[in-house]
């Protein structure tokens, strides 16, 4: 939210101080290709951990707090040992996706301090290869 007011101010400075429309207009188009960019390599980032983890088998524990993120998450317990997802919880039908008396497979990361649920192997996975041929796309169109 904050990021929005400050770009808004931004922009009435530059109105004010006389800036073309077109300048603004070029700089909007580049934040968004710039915040497209980034979630793309955090993405793509975040699917090469998924491939460096071990899978294991997991019972859910509960919906708590993350502890590096003021996000919610699930934890799973794997073998006596307590470990967050490391994405935030899905916001709908907690009592359908996450259930206490099913077991779930699930992938440690390497340190052992996260896991990647379901669905977070589905986001990295769909994410990483939309990103992939987003930038393709992108690349052909400027390149014809």
């Known amino acids: 939210m904050e990021a929005i007011a400050v770009i808004a101010v931004i922009v ?9 429309a077109i300048y603004l207009l070029f700089a909007a188009v580049i934040l968004v290709a710039a915040a497209f960019a980034a979630s793309m390599l955090l993405l793509a980032f975040f699917f090469v951990r998924l491939l460096f983890s071990k899978k ?36 709908f039908l907690h009592s359908k996706l996450y259930r206490k008396d099913r077991d779930y497979t699930v992938f440690l990361s390497r340190n ?24 393709a796309a992108a690349i052909l169109f400027f390149i014809s």
Do not use: Q, W
């Open 12 to 20: 009435v400075l530059c109105i004010i101080l006389g800036v073309k």
């Open 56 to 91: 294991h088998k997991a019972v859910f524990s509960r919906i708590d707090k993350s502890p590096r993120s003021r996000f919610m998450a699930a934890y799973y317990i794997i073998d006596g040992t307590e470990y967050p997802n490391i994405f935030p919880v899905e916001s």
């Open 112 to 135: 052992r301090k996260f896991v990647f649920d379901r669905f977070a192997c589905i986001t990295c996975t769909t994410g990483t290869i939309i990103g992939i041929a987003c930038a």
